[in-house]
């Protein structure tokens, strides 16, 4: 388990065993500053092996607006989240040090500028080894992050979960927005091509070339219809196959939920996954080596109690739960 030790800790406690989540028990639940699942803050202790980082971003949208207030609707539905993972056994925060490692600033009129704040940012989080839970914001920043991947792992097996391909080439002249990080990030090779996947795709599209422009990017499709004859398990085993022993980074467009699911997200497309089914997948890449992962595009002002924020805030607790995991 990669280990991060911050120079400009005081004191070299690499042995003491991780700060944990403030106890339900003595402050109630949703008593005091929010952070990530209770959990400490960075600065508050001398190493982590996994940040938890918000990117209120959302320059990149096409339609509904309000991605940048996803992170911290995210951090307020995780303060129910708990410290055991009867589906994954594991305690997550027990066996590594996880920490909020509060917002990564970036530019909220320039995309290309904010791109290499946010690039900057993740790679400073994770240089050491150290992986990277980030919570959005729109789609657009996981280029971004596949960019700071890449300058740690080099190109990752990439698992896209969303209803939409995300590859098309420009809106607007835009180059970089949330209709096109994957088709930017396959330019710079930031992704195996074969290894990858996108699960959940459904709804219309441009034209008849989306698909197959999208095939010439390497990516295979779980579409959501699929769904209707594969089972959680068989999806599992098709995409153990596709990632094999890469490194892998799982991204996670929260509209691949149904909007009965995720009601809260810019750009919903009727017809789509349970959480239920979302969360079984993700638990499937159980002993994979799970280098980073983002869950974007929740917009809490569409929201409905909370449950938007509450899926996003559960998908974030399973990628951390998966960093806690030892090989299958
Ligand atoms: N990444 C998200 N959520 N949406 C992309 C949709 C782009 C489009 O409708 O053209
Ligand atoms: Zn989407
Ligand atoms: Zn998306």
Redesign the pocket.
């Known amino acids: 388990m990669p280990r991060v030790t911050r120079p400009d800790a005081n004191t070299d406690n690499t042995a003491t065993p991780p700060v944990g989540q403030t106890d339900g028990q003595a402050s109630p639940r949703y008593a005091g500053l929010t952070t990530f699942a209770r959990l400490p803050r960075i600065h508050d202790v001398p190493r982590h092996d996994v940040a938890v980082a918000g990117v209120p971003f959302d320059a990149g949208v ?2 509904r607006p309000g991605a940048r207030f996803g992170p911290s609707a995210i951090r307020e539905a995780s303060r129910l989240l708990r410290p055991y993972n009867p589906q994954l056994d594991v305690m997550p925060f027990r066996d590594q040090q996880v920490v909020d490692a509060g917002d990564l600033a970036c530019n909220p009129f320039d995309i290309a500028a904010a791109s290499k704040e946010i690039e900057e940012g993740a790679y400073e989080l994770i240089r050491d080894g150290a992986r990277l839970v980030t919570l959005g914001g ?2 657009t920043i996981a280029y971004p992050l596949l960019r700071a991947m890449n300058r740690v792992h080099g190109p990752v097996a990439l698992v896209h979960f ?1 209803a ?1 391909l ?1 590859t ?1 080439d420009t ?1 607007f002249d835009a180059p970089l927005t ?2 096109t990080p994957f088709r930017r990030a396959a330019e710079e090779g930031l992704f195996l091509p074969g290894s990858s996947a996108h699960v959940g795709i459904r709804g219309s599209l ?1 034209d008849l070339q989306d698909l197959s422009s999208d095939a010439e990017l390497g990516f295979t499709i779980v579409h959501c219809a699929d769904l209707e004859t594969l089972s959680v398990r068989d999806v599992v085993t098709r995409l153990r196959q596709t990632i094999a022993e890469a490194p892998l980074y799982v991204s996670v ?1 929260i ?1 691949v939920l149904d909007p009965a699911h995720a009601p809260a ?3 919903p497309e009727a017809g789509g996954m349970t959480s239920r089914e979302l969360l079984g997948i993700i638990r499937g890449f159980k002993g994979l080596n799970l280098v980073g992962a983002d869950v974007v ?1 929740v917009s809490p002002a569409y929201d409905h109690a909370d449950i938007t924020s509450v899926a996003a805030a559960n998908v974030a607790y399973e990628f951390v739960s998966l960093c806690a995991g030892g090989r299958r």
């Open positions: 096409t339609f729109d789609h969303d939409h995300d098309w809106y949330h209709g441009y467009d509209d997200t810019g750009t595009e």
